[in-house]
């Protein structure tokens, strides 16, 4: 099991930034590729970024790239997810997650093995 809790949500004007934090405990964090995605009430849970388990490799939503950077800290076993250049449309429940996939973790929700509970986003115009 991986226990997975994020950290860092709150209330931000557009063009203003905010770093989300996930620590996990349970596993060998290394052994874990790790990813962000988000959630509006309605619509499905989206990718948002994802890098593997030794931090060398990332990858992000078209609509985030150049704004959104994802980065891994194993000797802390914590996943950041810096957001800068904020926009309204941003706002969302923000969700960690750990694929099992450490090279190659997914973009799809379904590959993911463990879940934080979410924190919340908001972006005012």
């Known amino acids: 099991q991986v226990q997975l809790v994020e950290s860092g949500g709150g209330l931000v004007q557009a063009g203003g930034s905010l770093r989300l934090s996930c620590a996990a405990s349970?596993?060998?964090?290394?052994?874990?590729?790790m990813g962000w995605f988000r959630q509006v009430p309605g619509k499905e849970r989206e990718f948002v970024a994802a890098?593997?388990?030794?931090?060398?490799?990332?990858y992000y939503r078209d609509s985030v790239k150049g704004r959104f950077t994802i980065s891994r800290d194993n000797a802390k076993n914590t996943v950041y997810l810096q957001m800068n250049s904020l926009k309204p449309e941003d706002t969302a429940a923000y969700y960690c997650?750990?694929?099992?996939?450490?090279?190659?973790?997914?973009?799809?929700?379904?590959?993911?093995?463990?879940w934080g509970q979410g924190t919340q986003v908001t972006v005012s115009s």
């Open positions: 997650a750990a694929d099992d996939m450490a090279l190659f973790p997914g973009t799809r929700r379904e590959m993911y093995e463990y």
């Open positions: 349970g596993r060998t964090f290394s052994n874990y590729g």
């Open positions: 890098i593997s388990g030794s931090g060398g490799r990332s």
